[in-house]
C-alpha cells in the first residue's frame, strides 16, 4: 500500500517542479522583454545597444546621432573605434594611380588644364588619406579660413580666395606633378598630415587622416585617363582611378 501511494505521489511532485520552472523561465523571458523594449524607449530614435552590434554602421551611428556628438563632444567608444580604424591596405601592382580615399566619386570636371577628382567622404568611412602615386612631397599648404558643410563640389577649384579649410599636398613624379586636398567641412575641424617638404613616399603611402566627414581632391593634369566615374566608391590605396600620368 505504502508503496503504491509513493508512486502516484511521485508524479505530481514532478510536475509541480516542472511547472516552477516553466514559470522561471517565463519570468525571465519577460524580464529581457521588458528590458529590450525600455531600452528601445530610452535609446530612441537612435538603435538600441542590444541590437546595436549587429546594425551595418550607417544604421549603427545614425547621421542625427553623431552630428549631436559633435554639439556635445561626447562620442560612444564602439564608433570612435570604427572611425579610428586603418586597415592594411593591399596596392595593386602597375602604374595607375591609386584612390587618395575612401569614399564616393561625386565629380570629376576640368578647369584650367586641370582635372579635379572629388571624392566625399561619409562619417562612416575610413578617414585615412594615402599616396595616389610614390614621388616626392613639393609642398604641404594650408589654405582656407571658415567651415562650410558640403561633398566638395563647388570649392574644389578655388585657390585664393576664403574656402574651407584645407591641406593641399603637391607630389612631384617623373611625369609631372599631382596634388591632393584635403578638405574639412563643418563636421571635422582637424586635418593630421603625415608627410613632409622633400619626403620620398610610395604609391599607397599613408600620408594624413581628416577627423570627421570631409572631402578629398584629387587634382591631375587634364590628360590624364580616369579610370572611374561621378557615382562609384573608391578605397584608398587599392581602387585604381587613373592612367598612369603622361610624360611631358
Given at each position: 500500500?505504502?508503496?503504491?501511494?509513493?508512486?502516484?505521489?511521485?508524479?505530481?511532485?514532478?510536475?509541480?517542479?516542472?511547472?516552477?520552472?516553466?514559470?522561471?523561465?517565463?519570468?525571465?523571458?519577460?524580464?529581457?522583454?521588458?528590458?529590450?523594449?525600455?531600452?528601445?524607449?530610452?535609446?530612441?530614435?537612435?538603435?538600441?545597444?542590444?541590437?546595436?552590434?549587429?546594425?551595418?554602421?550607417?544604421?549603427?551611428?545614425?547621421?542625427?546621432?553623431?552630428?549631436?556628438?559633435?554639439?556635445?563632444?561626447?562620442?560612444?567608444?564602439?564608433?570612435?573605434?570604427?572611425?579610428?580604424?586603418?586597415?592594411?591596405?593591399?596596392?595593386?601592382?602597375?602604374?595607375?594611380?591609386?584612390?587618395?580615399?575612401?569614399?564616393?566619386?561625386?565629380?570629376?570636371?576640368?578647369?584650367?588644364?586641370?582635372?579635379?577628382?572629388?571624392?566625399?567622404?561619409?562619417?562612416?568611412?575610413?578617414?585615412?588619406?594615402?599616396?595616389?602615386?610614390?614621388?616626392?612631397?613639393?609642398?604641404?599648404?594650408?589654405?582656407?579660413?571658415?567651415?562650410?558643410?558640403?561633398?566638395?563640389?563647388?570649392?574644389?577649384?578655388?585657390?585664393?580666395?576664403?574656402?574651407?579649410?584645407?591641406?593641399?599636398?603637391?607630389?612631384?613624379?617623373?611625369?609631372?606633378?599631382?596634388?591632393?586636398?584635403?578638405?574639412?567641412?563643418?563636421?571635422?575641424?582637424?586635418?593630421?598630415?603625415?608627410?613632409?617638404?622633400?619626403?620620398?613616399?610610395?604609391?599607397?603611402?599613408?600620408?594624413?587622416?581628416?577627423?570627421?566627414?570631409?572631402?578629398?581632391?584629387?587634382?591631375?593634369?587634364?590628360?590624364?585617363?580616369?579610370?572611374?566615374?561621378?557615382?562609384?566608391?573608391?578605397?584608398?590605396g587599392e581602387?585604381?582611378?587613373?592612367?598612369g600620368l603622361?610624360?611631358?
Amino acid at each position: 500500500m505504502h508503496a503504491g501511494k509513493s508512486a502516484m505521489i511521485r508524479p505530481d511532485a514532478c510536475a509541480i517542479s516542472r511547472g516552477r520552472a516553466v514559470l522561471v523561465l517565463q519570468i525571465f523571458i519577460l524580464g529581457v522583454l521588458a528590458a529590450a523594449v525600455a531600452a528601445t524607449v530610452l535609446y530612441f530614435p537612435n538603435p538600441s545597444p542590444l541590437i546595436r552590434h549587429w546594425l551595418p554602421p550607417r544604421k549603427r551611428w545614425p547621421e542625427r546621432q553623431i552630428r549631436g556628438w559633435l554639439n556635445s563632444g561626447k562620442y560612444q567608444r564602439s564608433f570612435l573605434r570604427h572611425f579610428y580604424n586603418d586597415p592594411e591596405r593591399v596596392v595593386p601592382p602597375g602604374t595607375s594611380l591609386v584612390g587618395p580615399a575612401d569614399g564616393l566619386v561625386t565629380s570629376a570636371d576640368e578647369q584650367g588644364g586641370i582635372r579635379y577628382l572629388v571624392i566625399a567622404l561619409s562619417f562612416w568611412d575610413m578617414h585615412v588619406q594615402r599616396s595616389p602615386v610614390a614621388g616626392v612631397v613639393v609642398s604641404v599648404e594650408s589654405l582656407g579660413n571658415e567651415f562650410m558643410d558640403g561633398e566638395g563640389r563647388e570649392f574644389a577649384f578655388i585657390r585664393e580666395k576664403p574656402c574651407p579649410v584645407q591641406k593641399r599636398v603637391v607630389i612631384a613624379t617623373d611625369a609631372g606633378q599631382i596634388a591632393v586636398r584635403l578638405i574639412t567641412s563643418v563636421a571635422a575641424r582637424r586635418i593630421e598630415v603625415w608627410v613632409e617638404e622633400g619626403q620620398t613616399i610610395e604609391r599607397g603611402q599613408r600620408i594624413g587622416r581628416i577627423l570627421l566627414g570631409s572631402t578629398v581632391v584629387l587634382e591631375l593634369p587634364a590628360n590624364t585617363k580616369l579610370l572611374v566615374r561621378p557615382g562609384e566608391r573608391v578605397w584608398a590605396g587599392e581602387t585604381p582611378v587613373a592612367e598612369g600620368l603622361v610624360a611631358s
